[in-house]
């Protein structure tokens, strides 16, 4: 597994691009998976997740992944679970304090986000770890936070236009729509 964590550590520019890459298809894939329920899907995708994540991040699903963030090193790997930086006892040649034969979490994470396209988010501070998520979905989690952010902007956009008008929307009301518009079926099958 080290050897593993240390290979996806210096591959950590291609896994930042996966990583992207599945975010967006499940982001796309949000309506159907609220027509199925989250809820219905955290087990089959928590263990697909768990496999994946395990094998090549030594993950210990905490349920709020910041691979993203730390370079592709996972902070849940050091031994004192520090999620924002090294502690004080990092060895000479960035070898932890604790297991001198590892190398430190963070000085790996350091490595991994000079490597990649958002590796400044390294410098962000990360809350602490909710034990209540422990061994549920992170992809889903934030797949769905970043769903509904979307979802919330587009509606933000769509009605301050429709604010910025008030008078647009009692002269012509699909000019600056408050709400989606239901479709006129007498029109629509007048068109065909």
């Known amino acids: 597994m080290y050897r593993l964590r240390l290979w996806a550590?210096?591959?950590?520019?291609?896994?930042?691009?996966?990583?992207t890459a599945l975010e967006a298809a499940l982001v796309k894939l949000h309506p159907l998976f609220e027509k199925i329920g989250y809820n219905r899907l955290e087990r089959p995708v928590a263990v697909v997740e768990r496999a994946a994540k395990t094998l090549l991040f030594d993950c210990k699903m905490c349920g709020q992944c910041v691979l993203s963030s730390t370079g592709m090193s996972c902070p849940m790997n050091c031994p004192k679970q520090l999620r924002n930086g090294p502690c004080g006892g990092v060895r000479p040649g960035g070898y932890c304090e604790v297991k001198p034969e590892m190398r430190c979490v963070w000085v790996l994470a350091w490595d991994g986000a000079s490597r990649m396209k958002e590796g400044h988010r390294i410098g962000n501070v990360l809350p602490p770890v909710d034990r209540q998520l422990e061994g549920s979905s992170?992809?889903?989690r934030a797949s769905r936070e970043k769903a509904l952010s979307l979802q919330v902007s587009e509606d933000a956009e769509r009605t301050s236009l429709a604010r910025a008008f008030p008078t647009a929307r009692r002269a012509e009301p699909a000019s600056a729509p408050l709400a989606q518009e239901p479709r006129n079926t007498a029109q629509s099958g007048a068109k065909k």
């Open 9 to 19: 550590v210096k591959r950590s520019y291609q896994f930042e691009r996966l990583y």
């Open 138 to 140: 992170a992809w889903l």
